[in-house]
């Protein structure tokens, strides 16, 4: 067997282990590639002088403001109906907005050719908003000549095809929400002493436009310098073996607020709540790798160092990329899964939906989401994310003089811990403080002690770490929750207490005690101690 990989009904058997997922909604079937395909103005322009179409003018002519818009005379379809019509077979069939299109005769004179067929079946509105050129009232005309019916939009679900984000999924309202677009959102502190976080409470981090896949087109392409090239569909990847790992994800910038408020730094001004843990299910990437030939002893005589993911997120110029060193991903105790289940359900959208690489221990940025290629090369990705971002410079390196050609990327990610509960300025009316926390460490580095203080850090107490399994050495991929209780103090009453809290891992690495000499310009690996200030009021006061 592959080391620890947790079953899911074992794992789903234990004591107090939160496995039930909270679901999202079904992922829509609309196509949303990372090209520029379709319905171009000057293809209609070709098309219409071509065929010489002559409908007659309505008396409210189309314009591009009301193209798509619904039309009570016409049939409505659901998006599944339309995902059907994806061939010349079946006819062609797409959307646009509230409207839906019979394409298939424009389809046979597109001097783009086949082309237009990778928008067949699903939305237009993602390519459109993208580029300008189509939003003329020539064009809308064109398109609503082949008008057939009405689209049934999601309850409550408006689609403005200038925003390139319409899109994306609709999310829990506990999230701390960071930024909408793109959308970046915190976990709930509520949630982050449990060991599972539910799906639908995980933290978000997203660069881009969430992609909208369609699971029966999704094609992973697999490659390597000097090695051949396949293409693997969703179900091919599922006829691998299978395994199931729980591990944490956490973004670089966690924590970043802290370094902000030594020093202004760039980023999403995250808390504690960058963070969570999940069971991962899907085949290993060694497995995958092994289907194009790739072994331990062709890295070194080919000097292939790296292996790069790319995902289907992308702006109008590029997909969002990043790598890992090959020897995490060809290590079997290195468990890189490509994951197409969290916490025993389908990956959600805002997650990865269909595939997601999981690195156990490493840096979210590196845990690509959406996954539409992996390469092996000889060089790290050069893809912004990797060249030009997450890294960790020096307090005196500042945006005046950074090049970031000469930092490393991050890769695993040091030990941290944070206080969940109780939160700043909470007033505590009881005779114990019970704190409760979590922590975590890179490189697959459990945890092995957990110290609390009340007065500064002059003397600690030991939590007690309610993580529900034992992990074996360097592969301790979640997180530990932990939970202390101690006693009110005659000292105490009347004043605001400072609780901190600081981590020790199996390297017997801890935190530093301030964050002034971790301050970097991007406000990355922040891992001071975590301090929360609580009230203890005098006895008997209201």
């Known amino acids: 067997m592959w080391g620890r990989c947790i079953g899911r009904a074992k794992l789903g058997a234990r004591r107090n282990l939160q496995t039930k997922a909270i679901p999202l909604r079904s992922a829509q079937r609309s196509l949303m590639l990372p090209v520029v395909v379709g319905l171009t103005g000057a293809s209609l322009v070709y098309w219409w002088n071509k065929e010489r179409v002559t409908a ?165 392409e697999v490659s390597g310098e000097g090695l051949p090239t396949i293409k693997l569909t969703l179900e091919d990847l599922k006829k691998l073996p299978q395994y199931t790992v729980a591990a944490t994800i956490q973004c670089a910038g966690q924590r970043r607020n802290e370094l902000k408020a030594i020093k202004p730094v760039r980023g999403l001004d995250w808390d504690i709540g960058a963070i969570s843990n999940a069971t991962w299910t899907g085949c290993r990437l060694a497995d995958v790798l092994e289907l194009i030939g790739l072994d331990h002893k062709q890295t070194k005589a080919q000097g292939l160092r790296h292996v790069c993911f790319e995902g289907l997120d992308r702006d109008s110029e590029k997909n969002y990329s990043a790598s890992i060193p090959i020897e995490k991903a060809l290590d079997e105790r290195g468990d890189v899964l490509l994951a197409w289940d969290m916490n025993g359900v389908e990956i959600p959208r805002d997650h990865g939906f269909p595939i997601r690489a999981v690195v156990p221990g490493v840096v979210g940025a590196r845990n690509v989401k959406w996954l539409g290629k992996v390469h092996v090369t000889k060089d790290e990705s050069f893809g912004h ?120 891992n199996s390297a017997y690495d801890s935190q530093p005690e301030k964050p002034d000499a971790l301050w970097n310009l991007r406000g990355v690996l922040s891992n001071a101690w975590h301090r929360v200030n609580v009230v203890i009021p005098k006895e008997g006061e209201e």
């Open 56 to 220: 007659e003018e309505p008396a409210n002519p189309i314009t591009a403001v009301t193209a798509g818009a619904f039309k009570d005379t016409l049939p409505t379809y659901t998006q599944d109906d339309v995902a059907k019509h994806r061939s010349l077979q079946d006819r062609i069939w797409v959307t646009y907005r509230e409207g839906v299109y019979d394409i298939t005769d424009f389809v046979e004179s597109h001097p783009g050719g086949a082309r237009i067929l990778l928008a067949a079946g699903g939305a237009i509105d993602p390519f459109w908003s993208l580029y300008g050129q189509h939003k003329t009232d020539e064009v809308a005309h064109i398109l609503e000549s082949m008008r057939i019916g009405n689209l049934k939009l999601e309850a409550g679900k408006v689609i403005d095809d200038s925003d390139p984000y319409a899109h994306d999924p609709s999310r829990h309202p506990s999230l701390l929400v960071r930024t909408n677009k793109p959308f970046n959102a915190e976990a709930p502190n509520v949630i982050l002493n449990e060991y599972i976080t539910p799906n639908d409470l995980f933290y978000v981090r997203n660069h881009l436009p969430v992609p909208d896949v369609d699971p029966k087109e999704y094609v992973l």
């Open 385 to 504: 994310w990797q060249r030009n971002d997450y890294k960790g410079f020096g307090p005196n390196i500042d945006w005046d003089n950074v090049d970031f050609h000469l930092g490393k990327s991050i890769q695993e990610l040091p030990v941290t811990s944070a206080i969940t509960e109780p939160v700043e300025g909470q007033r505590i009316d009881t005779e114990e403080i019970v704190a409760k926390g979590f922590a975590w460490s890179g490189g697959g580095r459990d945890i092995y002690r957990v110290d609390v203080s009340t007065d500064g850090g002059k003397t600690w107490t030991q939590a007690e770490i309610t993580k529900p399994q034992e992990e074996e050495y360097n592969r301790a991929w979640s997180w530990s929750p932990w939970t202390v209780t101690i006693p009110v103090t005659k000292e105490m009453e009347g004043q605001k207490v400072e609780l901190c809290v600081k981590a020790v």
